[in-house]
């Protein structure tokens, strides 16, 4: 068999059905192989950067893996940046790099890059090394990266494989053979702290979310009624409109939330590994009774002592826990998110002003009305970013996607495409400040190209404000210091210089018009809001002990 034909046949065998990629010389065979299966699609992008964010964002809306493809060196190097990003969000990703040839391979040939470069930053690094493995090894990325806890892999093929025909031995399912099961001294022991607490709270991470945990959360809560705090990759696991959940835990996040931690006497931690962004490296005070459920052993304890450790699956360990319940423990919880949710309200009150230009909380707002809680939202990083954790609601374990603590900007538009060609049933919405959206404004041609609806919605404040604030507060750099309000852009220009029909939007009734309009048109849109490039920050005003 053709080795480039192996291959696709061995993705779509396993699952994957789509793959992102930018075509080179190196992966024409893949190219061939893949236009020769109608149930295979390639997406073509236009920068490798956003080959991986795409792949994220289809993964992290379904569930499901997806395939990427790039040429060696360049093309790995630009897409290792969203690889990174899927590794610390333990998303599922089969990265396909061809490799330069084993005989040229030490020899600086073309794009070449050591192998190994790419060992720490992912789940796993595969190189094929021989040809007649090629299939097998393909089998075995897949199966790693859809083992939990998921990750992205790499399975290197050297150019010359790919084109040869050659008998390759046939692939068998690879995953570890693990114990379904859970601990039941552990769940009694956890059952027995959480049940000794009066002031319990629930810390949600995004491994809930890939269990699919939700009603097993949500039982939990009730049963010892506790609020539930979220982090950044566990917001939306159970909608933000839930009466249990109270907020988000991250940089900007209210000194009611974290009180509302900090006074709690036992925490239930699920599917979280205490990263140093949410927690602001680890000072964030938690109670001193803690029970984690993890996946990943390395993650138990991570800045924090532990009571209980529990190693299984969120959904199992979850629901063996409620059957150990009694259903007694705890008092208020519910009235305990709802504080912090009123306080959240009250702080940003101050900003909710239709004055012109409006401020991100006042655009945020006015887009989320006009969007249905199934919209599948796509959230760039940056400054609006750090608003939205506070102050826009998630309504659906997979219907939001933010990068977690890698951060990166730039994956708001590509994360929408791949999200789009998930779920072509939904509507699918990117939201992008300008700084985010130049990283990656590119995209808008695939979007055109490839006929993917997606809407883009950028708040544009000719500035990237959130570092602006920071150099100007912290190091006398002044006002603006890295804006461009003497050189504006206008992405309604830009974007239809690729083929995308955009508009702009200045009040909350134009956003919520246009963005109807734009969801209404089955086609790519783009939806210009201009935002105050003044208004304060997130984690300067949430912070605050009173508000102006």
């Not at 709690?264 to 001193?288: I, K, N, Q, Y």
């Not at 150990?324 to 519910?334: D, H, K, P, Q």
């Not at 210091?481 to 690729?498: N, Q, S």
């Amino acid at each position: 068999m053709r080795i480039s034909r192996g291959v696709i046949d061995e993705l779509a065998a396993g699952g994957i059905d789509t793959v992102f990629g930018i075509p080179g010389k190196q992966t024409l065979p893949l190219n061939e192989a893949i236009a020769d299966r109608d149930e295979t699609r390639f997406l073509v992008a236009r920068h490798e950067t956003a080959v991986s964010h795409e792949a994220w964002g289809y993964a992290e809306t379904s569930g499901d893996p997806a395939a990427t493809v790039v040429v060696p060196g360049p093309g790995d190097m630009n897409a290792l940046n969203g690889l990174k990003n899927a590794a610390n969000d333990c998303t599922p990703l089969v990265h396909i790099a061809v490799e330069t040839e084993p005989d040229v391979r030490g020899g600086n040939g073309i794009h070449e890059t050591p192998p190994e470069t790419y060992d720490p930053l992912l789940k796993a690094n595969i190189l094929v090394e021989r040809p007649a493995a090629t299939r097998v090894e393909v089998r075995r990325a897949i199966d790693v990266a859809t083992t939990p806890p998921n990750g992205p892999v790499r399975i290197g093929i050297p150019k010359n494989f790919l084109g040869q025909d050659r008998p390759l031995a046939e692939s068998t399912d690879s995953r570890p053979q693990t114990d379904s099961g859970v601990p039941e001294d552990d769940i009694r022991a956890a059952a027995a702290c959480l049940e000794d607490a009066t002031r319990p709270a629930i810390l949600v991470g995004g491994g809930a979310r890939a269990a699919g945990a939700t009603d097993e959360l949500l039982a939990v809560a009730d049963s010892i009624d506790a609020p539930l705090v979220t982090t950044y990759k566990g917001k939306g696991v159970v909608s933000d409109r839930n009466d249990h959940v109270a907020g988000t835990l991250s940089g900007s996040a209210s000194p009611e939330l974290l009180d509302c931690l900090a006074n709690s006497d036992a925490l239930l931690a699920v599917g979280t590994d205490f990263d140093a962004v949410a927690t602001r490296h680890w000072s964030v005070e938690m109670p001193a009774e803690i029970v984690q459920i993890t996946l990943s052993p390395g993650d138990l304890g991570t800045g924090y002592d532990l009571t209980v450790g529990i190693v299984a699956d969120a959904t199992d360990a979850l629901a063996a826990l409620d059957a150990e319940l009694s259903g007694t423990a705890g008092t208020g919880g519910v009235k305990r998110a709802t504080v912090v949710r009123d306080a959240t309200e009250e702080r940003i009150d101050p900003l909710l002003g239709d004055d012109l230009p409006l401020t991100s909380v006042r655009a945020l707002r006015a887009v989320r009305a006009a969007l249905s809680e199934e919209t599948v939202v796509s959230v760039d990083a940056g400054g609006f970013r750090v608003w939205a954790l506070n102050t826009f609601d998630a309504c659906g374990p997979r219907s939001y996607v933010n990068p977690g603590s890698w951060a990166t900007m730039g994956t708001g538009l590509p994360a929408a495409l791949g999200a789009q060609v998930a779920n072509p049933d939904q509507n699918v919405v990117a939201l992008s400040g300008d700084g985010g959206l130049m990283m990656c404004v590119h995209e808008l041609h695939t979007a055109a190209s490839e006929d993917i609806p997606v809407t883009v919605v950028v708040f544009n404040n000719s500035d990237y404000a959130i570092i602006s604030e920071e150099a100007d507060r912290t190091f006398g750099l002044g006002e603006g210091a890295y804006g461009w309000a003497d050189a504006p852009l206008e992405f309604t220009t830009i974007a239809a210089g690729m083929g995308v029909e955009a508009v702009r939007a200045e009040t909350p009734a134009e956003i919520e018009t246009e963005l109807t309009a734009a969801l209404d048109s089955n086609e790519p849109r783009l939806v210009e809001i201009p935002t105050d490039p003044d208004e304060p920050q997130a984690s300067e005003w949430m912070a605050r002990a009173e508000q102006p």
